[in-house]
């Protein structure tokens, strides 16, 4: 399976696969997603020239695809199964009404679009609580984290890998759990994060 996301990622032009290598980690953990017995919600920041969504779309059987993307050009990539939503991955409240129109209830986000540090914790925090239980969060493109212009990061707040590992930290030293804890897993570049 490992060969067939990366010959997808090669086949629609997205950099998944030649270029970050995240498609060992995908192949993996995406397989539950493939034994859905309905159609998976996926939602991808970051639409593009559409590459990504043409690869879901052939990755999964009749998926329901949101994309969200600050550029309008990105409105090309509809079509009857894919809804893109044109704003700013940065602005809660264009979050919150994606989620209004959309239901929310998504089984997969991922976070391939500004790559700054605000951008990707403010996406997170109000999309997190949306995804199902099982359901996965991916924050593609980590390493801005390490890059030093203050381009990434106008805010100056904790780079986003130190924000993923302090709430790694967080679950590490709590002893006793009523619930199961998240599972972050790290590939490359990439954080997956699974809710419980
Ligand atoms: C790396 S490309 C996405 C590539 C695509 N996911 C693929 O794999 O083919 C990043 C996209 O994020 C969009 N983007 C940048 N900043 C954004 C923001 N603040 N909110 C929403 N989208 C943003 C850009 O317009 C661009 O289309």
Redesign the pocket.
Known sequence: MANLFYAL?CK?????GNVHRYDAAYSQLLEPYLKLHRPIRLL????????????WNDYFNRPQIF?????PR?RRHESENCTIF??????PEFLREVIRQTGGRWDIV?D?????MH?QQI?HGVLWPHIVPGGMYVI??LHTSLLRSSKWNPSHIPTTLDWLLEKARAQVTRRRRRHPPITFAFSGEACFIIKP
Not at 12 to 16: A, I, R, V
Not at 86 to 91: E, F, L, N, S, T
Not at 112 to 116: T, Y
Request: net charge negative; charged share 30%; with cysteine.
């Open positions: 990622c629609h032009g997205t950099d998944k991808e920041i970051g639409v593009d020239s559409g590459a990504s969504i043409h690869l994309g969200i993307d600050i550029d990105a044109v704003g700013d991955q940065a602005d991922i391939d679009g500004g790559h700054l951008q996406s593609e493109d």
